[in-house]
């Protein structure tokens, strides 16, 4: 049972890039889904591993390199705990979720995949999860079809039911959109998917710093996600995967670390994780993720998701107020998360977010490397913001100030 958490406010205390002055004004960062800021404890957990422990892990017998070498592998299981795999051979680090989804497309969809079969994936994708698929159906003459939205940006669920046949082998989504924000019902159609014998890969990166993510309720073969979207360093990601289909897999980076016995015209394989864990690790970034887990866990993934619906809920109407000013995604918060995809009329989103920086407020603009998605809605480019468990109402009355104030300046500023 998750403990009620309520000084949210507070935690700014522990994000000492949040209290500094941009363009004259105290910055309200909402640029969350691109990457979070890091609290005290991640960089605490980083400088004592370096000034205390550094080592390469997995080769040493002296005491440093067995220091680093558990302390990594217990990160390992702090991991898998948060996620609720089965065990931590089902959890592979990677550099981050783009990593992870090719690992999967170029290993087990070379493997599975074959001439006539077809791939499932929507128009939400984030390009991480589109491009591996469309090298993989061009190089196994193999179909890449695509899931409809519906007119607010979910998944159009008939659609899905429909495209899901017998020649479906790999259906691979994201869990939570990074444009629209919507959460996307993965345990429905992991259903649909595994009737039809095939396989579901999940896109995580928004969702595992948001919301409780069970692999195992979710019957998710495959999830993947990035390290610096959760607190956490960059260049830390997770691939999570059943064992049976990761004993199936042949790793795609080959060197140290992953061999069992190396000859001179045959090669053995370490077992599971680390097998495809080729070369020495981000062993910082490991210890990193799972301070950041430890934060995490002591707020309560559960009080994360209502701090961030309650945001939601109180910025929405004001947002709506404004005229000129279009919304995407659902409108019910319950099917999103923090992330506010907006476009003012007569402004370029970029023109829009490089405004709102005047006004000490981050926002990011253009495609978010979701150009599928941009061209599906109509639109060049979108501004976005997306909010996290150290944004607060103030902040949320900041951003409709800063959209107010940018709106005056362009159309009337000139007059």
């Given at each position: 049972?998750?403990?009620?958490?309520?000084?949210?406010?507070?935690?700014?205390?522990?994000f000492?890039?949040?209290?500094?002055?941009?363009?004259?004004?105290p910055?309200?960062?909402?640029?969350?889904a691109?990457?979070?800021q890091?609290?005290?404890?991640?960089?605490?957990?980083?400088?004592?591993?370096?000034?205390?422990?550094n080592?390469?892990?997995?080769?040493?017998?002296?005491t440093?390199?067995?220091?680093?070498?558990?302390?990594?592998?217990?990160?390992?299981e702090?991991?898998?705990?948060?996620?609720?795999?089965?065990?931590?051979?089902?959890?592979?680090?990677?550099?981050?979720?783009?990593?992870s989804?090719?690992?999967?497309?170029?290993?087990f969809?070379?493997?599975?995949?074959?001439?006539?079969?077809?791939?499932?994936?929507?128009?939400?994708?984030?390009?991480s999860?589109?491009?591996?698929?469309?090298q993989?159906?061009?190089?196994?003459?193999a179909?890449?079809?695509?899931?409809?939205?519906?007119e607010?940006?979910?998944l159009?669920?008939?659609d899905?039911?429909?495209?899901?046949?017998?020649?479906?082998?790999?259906?691979?989504?994201t869990?939570?959109?990074?444009?629209?924000?919507?959460v996307n019902?993965?345990?429905?159609i992991?259903d649909?998917?595994?009737?039809?014998?095939?396989?579901?890969?999940?896109?995580?990166?928004?969702?595992?710093?948001?919301?409780?993510?069970?692999?195992?309720?979710?019957?998710?073969?495959?999830?993947?996600?990035?390290?610096?979207?959760?607190?956490?360093?960059?260049?830390?990601?997770?691939?999570?995967?059943?064992?049976?289909?990761?004993e199936?897999?042949?790793p795609?980076?080959?060197?140290?670390?992953?061999i069992?016995?190396?000859e001179?015209?045959?090669?053995?394989?370490?077992?599971?994780p680390?097998?495809?864990?080729?070369g020495?690790p981000?062993?910082?970034?490991?210890?990193?993720?799972?301070?950041?887990?430890?934060y995490?866990?002591?707020?309560?993934?559960?009080?994360?998701?209502?701090?961030?619906?309650?945001?939601?809920?109180?910025?929405?109407?004001?947002?709506?107020?404004?005229?000129?000013?279009?919304?995407?995604?659902?409108?019910?918060?319950?099917h999103?998360?923090?992330?506010?995809?907006?476009?003012?009329?007569?402004?370029?989103?970029?023109?829009?977010?490089?405004?709102m920086?005047?006004?000490?407020?981050?926002?990011?603009?253009?495609h978010?490397?979701?150009?599928?998605?941009?061209?599906y809605?109509?639109?060049?480019?979108?501004a976005r913001a997306?909010?996290?468990?150290?944004?607060?109402?103030?902040?949320?009355?900041k951003f409709?100030?800063?959209?107010i104030?940018?709106?005056e300046f362009?159309?009337?500023?000139?007059n």
């Amino acid at each position: 049972m998750t403990v009620p958490f309520e000084p949210f406010e507070h935690l700014k205390k522990d994000f000492a890039i949040l209290n500094q002055i941009v363009n004259d004004e105290p910055l309200v960062y909402l640029d969350n889904a691109a990457t979070t800021q890091k609290p005290e404890a991640v960089l605490q957990a980083l400088e004592t591993y370096y000034h205390t422990s550094n080592a390469n892990v997995h080769r040493g017998v002296h005491t440093l390199a067995e220091r680093a070498t558990s302390q990594y592998e217990r990160s390992r299981e702090v991991v898998r705990a948060f996620i609720h795999a089965s065990e931590t051979a089902e959890v592979l680090f990677t550099r981050g979720t783009t990593t992870s989804l090719n690992w999967v497309a170029r290993s087990f969809g070379e493997k599975v995949i074959e001439p006539g079969h077809e791939i499932l994936i929507s128009y939400m994708e984030h390009h991480s999860n589109i491009i591996p698929w469309q090298q993989l159906a061009k190089k196994k003459n193999a179909k890449l079809i695509y899931i409809e939205l519906t007119e607010d940006g979910q998944l159009d669920l008939e659609d899905v039911k429909n495209k899901i046949t017998d020649k479906t082998k790999i259906v691979s989504l994201t869990h939570v959109s990074n444009v629209l924000g919507v959460v996307n019902p993965i345990k429905q159609i992991s259903d649909w998917i595994h009737e039809q014998n095939g396989y579901l890969v999940v896109d995580g990166a928004q969702a595992v710093p948001h919301m409780p993510v069970d692999v195992q309720a979710l019957d998710a073969d495959f999830y993947a996600f990035s390290g610096h979207k959760m607190l956490g360093p960059t260049g830390i990601g997770v691939l999570y995967g059943k064992r049976a289909l990761l004993e199936q897999m042949e790793p795609i980076e080959f060197g140290g670390e992953m061999i069992d016995f190396v000859e001179e015209q045959d090669s053995t394989w370490k077992e599971l994780p680390w097998k495809f864990e080729a070369g020495t690790p981000n062993i910082a970034g490991g210890i990193g993720l799972a301070a950041a887990i430890h934060y995490l866990n002591n707020i309560g993934m559960e009080n994360i998701v209502q701090h961030e619906r309650e945001i939601v809920e109180y910025i929405m109407p004001k947002l709506e107020a404004i005229e000129g000013v279009t919304l995407f995604g659902p409108k019910d918060v319950a099917h999103r998360t923090g992330v506010i995809s907006f476009n003012i009329d007569g402004i370029h989103p970029h023109d829009v977010a490089t405004a709102m920086d005047m006004e000490g407020v981050a926002v990011r603009a253009g495609h978010h490397c979701a150009q599928p998605l941009m061209t599906y809605l109509n639109q060049p480019a979108t501004a976005r913001a997306s909010f996290y468990l150290y944004n607060t109402k103030a902040d949320a009355d900041k951003f409709v100030e800063a959209i107010i104030a940018t709106k005056e300046f362009f159309l009337n500023g000139l007059n």
